[in-house]
T-cell receptor
Framework: NAGVMQNPRHLVRRRGQEARLRCSPM?????VYWYRQLPEEGLKFMVYLQKENIIDESGMPKERFSAEFPKEGPSILRIQQVVRGDSAAYFC???????????????FGPGTRLTVT | AQTVTQSQPEMSVQEAETVTLSCTYDTSESDYYLFWYKQPPSRQMILVIRQEAYKQQNATENRFSVNFQKAAKSFSLKISDSQLGDAAMYFCAYKKQGGSEKLVFGKGTKLTVNP
């Protein structure tokens, strides 16, 4: 059973460009979460999505950031017009939230490290 | 809003010894989950141990155990027989039961294991 997959693992963008980060959840998981980790910090929640729905985006910056989880394909976190302050590690996690034990647990991908030059 | 506090930015332990990492949290909820995640230099987040708040018994996973004090809102991690591979950042995390499923993380404790 493949784990959570994220790509690319490393992404370099110049200021003003767009960054697209992809996340494929674990097989059987339909709930995706995005977190951001700034240097020397813990992870901060950004957004929680189910297929075709944004459930909670309370951690998303109001501008330039968007996320989607289409019916088919991976979840995408998009950052438009990147700035140096967007440099961070972005983690995706998934869960099943089914009826089974520990279905509430979130499993993390390896992260995408975004560097804005 | 829920908050998680890890008061030890760094800790060190001798190989084969025992170390305890501290975590406190603030919540008005009665039902929730608590977790410890390990982040080695690879940056992969690895779930170490979890605790359901309604369970009084402390969780144990091999060399890892917790001391869960619900009234004190304390959730410490004990690592026994420390190994070099235990060196990593350790993050304490809280999740409310039901509703939004987001994890709230502490700032982490960097654990060094000395040979």
């Amino acid at each position: 059973n493949a784990g959570v997959m994220q790509n690319p693992r490393h992404l370099v963008r110049r200021r003003g460009q767009e960054a697209r980060l992809r996340c494929s959840p674990m097989k059987g998981h339909s709930h995706v979460y995005w977190y951001r980790q700034l240097p020397e910090e813990g992870l901060k929640f950004m957004v929680y999505l189910q297929k075709e729905n944004i459930i909670d985006e309370s951690g998303m910056p109001k501008e330039r950031f968007s996320a989607e989880f289409p019916k088919e394909g991976p979840s995408i976190l998009r950052i438009q017009q990147v700035v140096r302050g967007d440099s961070a590690a972005y983690f995706c996690a998934s869960s099943s939230l089914g009826a089974g034990p520990r279905s509430y647990e979130q499993y993390f991908g390896p992260g995408t490290r975004l560097t804005v030059t | 809003a829920q908050t998680v506090t890890q008061s030890q930015p760094e800790m060190s332990v001798q190989e084969a010894e025992t170390v305890t990492l501290s975590c406190t949290y603030d919540t008005s909820e009665s039902d929730y989950y608590l977790f410890w995640y390990k982040q080695p230099p690879s940056r992969q987040m690895i779930l170490v141990i979890r605790q359901e708040a309604y369970k009084q018994q402390n969780a144990t996973e091999n060399r890892f155990s917790v001391n869960f004090q619900k009234a004190a809102k304390s959730f410490s991690l004990k690592i026994s027989d420390s190994q070099l591979g235990d060196a990593a950042m350790y993050f304490c995390a809280y999740k409310k039961q039901g509703g939004s499923e987001k994890l709230v993380f502490g700032k982490g404790t960097k654990l060094t294991v000395n040979p």
